[in-house]
């Protein structure tokens, strides 16, 4: 018994799946007030549809709205523009996971503080 115990004791726990968020409100209510941070990016997704922040240095800003259960934005930097561009949101903890391309491109991991 005792060794079945720590058997059991010494798997690994399996990582909490992601949740895809497919209603605006419901993004809403996770990102407005807070700052969505990681990999050199902090931006802070406002309910009037603006972006704003910082990325690798740069101030950010653009635009956002909700279209087919998709996060869709545009944004824009001194040195670049980055189209319209819808993706999908899946929430794990307090992490947003948004993947461009509708689902199907890169994939950006951010926290939200």
Not at 55 to 77: A, H, K, M, P
């Amino acid at each position: 018994m005792r060794l079945l115990l720590i058997l059991l004791l010494s798997l690994p726990v399996p990582a909490q799946a992601f949740e895809r968020i497919t209603s605006r409100d419901t993004f809403l209510s996770l990102v407005e007030g807070r700052r969505l941070v990681g990999d050199g990016v902090s931006l802070e997704v406002q309910g009037n549809g603006q972006i704003t922040g910082r990325g690798l240095g740069l101030q950010v800003s653009g635009n956002w709205d909700w279209e087919n259960s998709l996060f869709c934005r545009t944004l824009r930097t001194a040195v670049r523009n980055f189209p319209r561009d819808c993706q999908t949101v899946q929430r794990r903890g307090e992490i947003l996971r948004f993947q461009a391309n509708g689902g199907d491109g890169d994939i950006a991991d951010l926290q939200i503080r």
